[in-house]
């Protein structure tokens, strides 16, 4: 008779297989898997014209220096 040790590893092979057969199938599809492929906001923002990252900047250095001049004005 088959001990339940033999059991025990059939059932992660096969969990392992789907698994992996589970990743290949997201790899081929192009979705990002769990393997660490997720994208990042500045993956995102690589592909943006240098013009626009520029004006983003400002506006964001902008923003920054109103609550500069506001926390000096309720001091």
Not at 3 to 15: D, E, H, K
């Amino acid at each position: 008779m088959i001990g339940w040790r033999f059991w025990v590893f059939l059932a992660a092979a096969i969990g392992f297989v789907l698994w992996a057969a589970s990743a290949l199938v997201l790899l081929e599809e192009g979705s990002p898997s769990s393997t660490g492929q997720l994208a990042g906001p500045a993956a995102g923002a690589a592909g943006m014209d240098g013009v626009d990252a520029d004006v983003i900047r400002e506006e964001s250095r902008e923003a920054m220096r109103d609550i500069l001049r506001q926390a000096e004005g309720s001091e």
